[in-house]
């Protein structure tokens, strides 16, 4: 077990010097299960940190999977139902024609949205994040300082994150671990320009309530705000390599 960063340092060190591992778990949380069985952290499920004040996170080097930072819907009231009315499609998920809406949508492009012929994008101003279809800037938005606290709740601790080379899939994956660095305070500009850059995502997951009273009415599945795997370290202020 490990309690201070020095002690992640120097166990790590010796993790890099055993090049390629075989995953301990088949799939996207491989990398983060081998690497917590290596250093002895027990696998938990609770926000808060892996050892001293740091939270853990593996990565993929080059890799393409996207992690959800945070979900918030956006405002102001009823603005996912106004998306999904104006902007949605009829799903043969239900058994009803009452639209729902799912689409990523970043700030570098439109996204075709199904068969509607309408199309959507994030633009980002400066009090906020708004969506923006083919007419113009629509008033739904998330607020910067709705955006900050969201971020800080989620990512109040400090952070040190693992970097890895990867080859093979599944249960056969294997990692050699080559890079560490320390990251912490959350930089909103530098969340802004990743947006812009169209490199954060948000997925609206507006669907339906399949019966019972609210039947038709909408549900909200979670806005996902999300960033590839290896984007994400660009988030904040600190980032500094350790190893």
Wanted: with cysteine; proline share 3%; charged share 30%.
């Amino acid at each position: 077990m490990i309690y201070t960063l020095d002690d992640f340092i120097r166990e790590y060190c010796k993790i890099c010097n055993m090049g390629w591992i075989t995953t301990h778990r088949a799939g996207p949380t491989g990398i983060g299960k081998t690497l917590e069985d290596l250093l002895g952290i027990p696998e938990n499920n609770i926000d808060g940190p892996d050892f001293g004040d740091y939270e853990l996170k593996s990565c993929r080097i080059d890799s393409n999977s996207m992690l959800t930072m945070f979900t918030r819907a956006p405002q102001p009231a009823r603005a996912n139902t106004y998306l999904r009315l104006k902007y949605g499609y009829s799903s043969g998920a239900y058994d009803n024609d009452e639209k729902v809406l799912h689409s990523t949508l970043s700030a570098d492009r439109f996204t075709p949205i199904a068969d509607t012929g309408h199309k959507l994008k994030i633009w980002c101003d400066i009090d906020g994040i708004y969506i923006m279809s083919e007419d113009g800037v629509e008033n739904v938005f998330w607020s910067r300082d709705a955006l900050k606290r969201c971020f800080e709740r989620k990512y109040k601790n400090k952070f040190v994150y693992a970097k890895a080379q990867s080859r093979s899939a599944g249960a056969s994956e294997q990692f050699r671990f080559v890079e560490a660095y320390e990251v912490s305070g959350f930089d909103y500009e530098a969340f802004i320009d990743l947006l812009e850059e169209g490199k954060i995502y948000i997925d609206l997951r507006i669907g339906q309530y399949h019966n019972g009273p609210n039947k038709g009415k909408t549900h909200d599945h979670g806005t996902g705000f999300r960033i590839k795997e290896i984007d994400q370290p660009r988030l904040f202020k600190i980032n500094r390599r350790i190893v």
